[in-house]
């Protein structure tokens, strides 16, 4: 199982822990203008897992069809990594096509319905509970890693991109979706901070080991559950790795 690595480097410190500074890990699991964490008699809860116990399906139940056409040029029983998956609109869209899927989000609401909607549906899924500012990407796994609204501080994003590089094996695709800066302050979704946008340029530099294959900033209409609603500027991104890095 592709998820067996990552599951381990879940469960023990990797040699990424601890590089990233302790104020940034604590704003990446933060929605926008929520404090990092809030207490409720005893308990900290993650924001994130607040949003996603009032609404089973906050970004609905579609995946984007964007991630779902690239998708379609990882060979049939690929291994395909999804980050900051939430919900698992895509993982469990990928798992249903014959994708090998590992899911990864911080949020243990989310992970635990995923795991439960993937049972219900009879669907193989590795689910990980993985802060990805504490992620330590294996090298060459996958034949496709997806992250779609993983929206963080720039420093975050940027280890990422460079996990995401990283975890790609040769043909390997690294497939991206969100906003870009245009976005900031429409009320269609997104982060209130205008550094949590993407970029252009800064997806060329993240990816530039990569060949890119489609970088496009479209305006779309989103109808993605109570969570994305109404015009909005994207960004994707869908970039393959040739050979050795
Ligand atoms: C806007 S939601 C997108 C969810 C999903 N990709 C989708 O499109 O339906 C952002 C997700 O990023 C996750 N997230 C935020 N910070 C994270 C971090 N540091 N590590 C892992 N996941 C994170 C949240 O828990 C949330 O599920």
Same mark, same amino acid.
């Given at each position: ?17 601890? #590089? ?49 056409? #690239? ?12 980050? $900051? ?47 990805l500012g504490l992620w330590s990407p294996p090298a060459g796994l ?31 695709? $690294? ?56 015009? $909005? ?13």
């Open positions: 199982m592709a998820g067996g690595a990552e599951a381990a480097a879940a469960r023990t410190p990797g040699p990424g822990r601890g #590089s990233v500074p302790r104020r940034l890990r604590q704003i990446l699991a933060r929605p926008p203008g929520r404090p990092a964490v809030r207490r409720a008699g005893m308990a900290a809860l993650n924001p994130w897992d607040e949003r996603f116990a009032r609404d089973e399906a906050y970004y609905g139940l579609a995946p984007s069809v964007f991630v779902m056409d #690239s998708a379609g040029a990882i060979p049939p029983g690929g291994r395909v990594l999804c980050l $900051a998956e939430g919900q698992g609109r895509h993982a469990l869209a990928l798992a249903a096509r014959g994708y090998t899927v590992t899911a990864m989000d911080l949020s243990a609401v989310a992970c635990a319905q995923l795991r439960s909607r993937a049972q219900a549906l009879r669907l193989p899924l590795a689910v990980v509970q993985q802060d996958y034949d496709g890693v997806v992250a779609v609204y993983a929206h963080m501080p720039r420093a975050l994003r940027a280890l990422v991109h460079a996990g995401m590089v990283r975890a790609l094996a040769p043909r390997g695709l $690294a497939i991206i979706e969100g906003f870009r800066a245009e976005q900031c302050g429409r009320p269609s979704g997104g982060p209130a901070e205008p550094g949590w946008y993407y970029g252009a340029d800064e997806l060329r530099a993240d990816f530039a080991a990569l060949s890119i294959e489609h970088l496009s900033t479209p305006e779309a209409v989103l109808e993605e559950g109570r969570g994305h609603q109404g015009p $909005a500027a994207l960004i994707r991104l869908r970039a393959r790795r040739l050979g050795n890095l």
